[in-house]
């Protein structure tokens, strides 16, 4: 059973702040993990994704994310916001054995950016 | 131009009836899921077809029915409706027969709210 847990569930920062997201996993087996925005009323847009290699994967306007194995975890980072990235983000792991074709999402977190 | 559409965007409906949400997806892709978002739990996976084909299905209730009659369409039927299918469901689709690759591309979302 894949398990997605995002321990924050609201994250406030000022604009230009850095500021990480926390993902931790719990899986097996090989996997995929991927983070996604969500602003109010629209649907999720993907940010970036992981499978093997640099640990550091480089997403869509500066944000970032690095995987540990070590710690089941998978954090989403970005240096400097801007208020419009205020929004939601799931993470979300899906099996990279085959048949498996489905993404196990986190519950999300709210990121509110102060201008 | 949104390249997955999915209507109504916001339906109302009265227990014990029965809805459609319609899905066309303008991206080429072969995959296609809905996802459900409720205020009670996370982003869930409902189905994933491949080629109109049902490749997964993890939703209890036989109430649900996908619906596919081309590559690009998958819609969901929804019969003898209950005040807590209240959720918003999101239909998404992917390249290629794999959502292994952890990209998805979600649609707008259609609100529905059984009374």
């Known amino acids: 059973t894949q398990t997605v847990s995002q321990s924050d569930a609201h994250v406030t920062v000022f604009e230009g702040d850095s500021v990480e997201l926390r993902c931790n996993y719990s899986?097996?087996?090989?996997?995929?993990l991927s983070w996604y925005i969500q602003h109010h009323g629209h649907g999720l847009q993907f940010l970036l994704k992981?499978?093997?290699?640099?640990?550091v994967v480089q997403g869509v306007n500066g944000f970032e994310a690095e995987f540990s194995k070590s710690d089941s975890s998978f954090h989403l980072r970005k240096a400097s916001v801007h208020w419009s990235d205020s929004a939601v983000y799931f993470c979300?792991?899906?099996?990279?054995?085959?048949?498996?074709?489905?993404?196990?999402f986190g519950q999300g977190t709210v990121l509110s950016v102060i201008p | 131009d949104p390249k997955i559409i999915q209507k109504p965007k916001y339906l109302v409906a009265v227990t014990g009836s029965e809805k459609i949400l319609i899905c066309e997806q303008y991206l080429g892709h072969n995959a296609m899921y809905w996802y459900r978002q409720s205020a009670k739990k996370p982003l869930e996976f409902m189905f994933s077809y491949s080629y109109q084909k049902l490749m997964d299905n993890q939703t209890a209730s036989s109430r649900f029915q996908p619906q596919s009659s081309k590559k690009n369409h998958l819609d969901l039927q929804i019969t003898a409706l209950k005040p807590d299918d209240s959720a918003t469901y999101f239909c998404?689709?992917?390249?290629?027969?794999?959502?292994?690759?952890?990209?998805?591309?979600f649609g707008e979302g259609s609100k529905l709210t059984v009374l």
């Open positions: 998404a689709s992917s390249q290629g027969t794999n959502a292994n690759t952890g990209q998805l591309y």
């Open positions: 992981y499978y093997s290699g640099n640990p």
């Open positions: 979300a792991v899906s099996s990279a054995t085959g048949g498996n074709n489905k993404l196990t």
């Open positions: 899986y097996g087996g090989s996997i995929y």
